[in-house]
């Protein structure tokens, strides 16, 4: 097999370099969520080829499907001809409240992962989300009319209930993927639910993506670039929530919060809520606490305001955030 020409391969050691991601010492170990897709294949191959014999491959069986037992004996059969250690768990996603099925499934795989991460010692996470995940991922964003952090799609490096990640081929095509494994005749398997429109990411791969394809050819690089740009601001944005809060305290301060236009209120107590709980308010949400904060004028005036699953309240000269018991 010529490796070399894995587009995974610079992929990784370009993330490698921007992170400064240099593992030290025999004993570091880096793990794939391997899936067997056709993405977390070519990651897991330029992972092996870049740390041989430190690789390990975290697989999550849903049990959603008939074919997740199939998966398994894939993933097992890949990793046993490569050589790597195979961690297998299986979870039950059960949607709450508000939640959607693939939002469940999401939130069970990342904890799956991290604690299959935590119980392996393993340094960071990689992930074989690729440009045209990346692409659909913010016309999700576009289309649920999200703010800065949604547009910003998903990050290159990130921390989740204490495990590192990592998406090292967000600029690589999925299409330069798939060529690269075909004409390798490395074998990978094809979830039937991908292609299920009743979820709202496939149908925006195989309905939009296609006619915007047709339309403008280098849609996907573009968003992929709106999506760095917007996350750029968001940084910008951040710091100053944080330059703000360092005055205001934490929990924030009524008086002082006040004193700031509402514009910088608004964007200092997302930061404290997202920081604090992992909690996003809505924009109704947000309008309706900007309010209340702005009329608490005397020593007697109640907050009260659902956000997420838990309550704002004011507690004496401050707001104060209670997540659900």
Not at 15 to 33: L, M, N, Y
Not at 42 to 47: D, N, P, R
Not at 292 to 311: E, S, Y
Request: hydrophobic fraction near 40%; proline fraction near 5%; aromatic fraction near 6%.
């Amino acid at each position: 097999m010529n490796r070399s020409a894995n587009p995974c391969d610079g992929a990784l050691a370009q993330w490698c370099e921007r992170w400064q991601f240099h593992p030290d010492g025999e004993s570091t170990i880096v793990a794939v969520a391997f899936s067997g897709g056709a993405d977390s294949t070519a990651v897991l191959l330029a992972a092996h080829r870049r740390w041989p014999g430190r690789v390990v491959a975290l697989h999550i069986h849903h049990g959603l499907q008939v074919a997740a037992d199939d998966f398994v004996r894939h993933v097992r059969q890949v990793c046993g001809q490569l050589g790597v250690e195979l961690l297998v768990e299986h979870v039950q996603a059960h949607a709450g409240p508000g939640e959607s099925p693939e939002d469940a499934a999401r939130r069970a795989r990342y904890a799956a992962l991290s604690r299959m991460a935590s119980a392996a010692s393993v340094s960071c996470v990689l992930l074989g989300q690729h440009a045209d995940d990346q692409a659909e991922t913010v016309v999700l964003a576009l289309s649920r009319g999200s703010g800065l952090p949604g547009m910003a799609g998903m990050s290159e490096r990130f921390v989740r209930e204490g495990a590192s990640f990592g998406r090292p081929v967000l600029a690589v095509p999925g299409s330069a993927l798939r060529s690269w494994l075909d004409e390798a005749g490395q074998t990978y398997v094809d979830d039937p639910t991908n292609a299920d429109e009743r979820f709202t990411r496939n149908r925006i791969r195989g309905r939009l993506m296609p006619a915007w394809a047709e339309v403008a050819p280098g849609y996907c690089e573009a968003l992929a670039r709106s999506a760095r740009h917007a996350a750029q601001a968001q940084a910008l944005l951040d710091e100053l929530a944080d330059l703000d809060l360092a005055h205001l305290g934490c929990p924030p301060r009524i008086r002082e919060l006040q004193s700031l236009n509402r514009n910088r209120q608004g964007n200092a107590l997302r930061r404290w809520l997202k920081q604090g709980w992992g909690v996003a308010p809505s924009e109704v949400q947000l309008r309706e606490l900007l309010h209340q904060v702005g009329a608490c004028r005397t020593r007697g005036h109640r907050i009260d305001l659902k956000i997420a699953n838990g309550r704002i309240t004011r507690e004496g000269d401050r707001l104060d955030y209670a997540p659900p018991i």
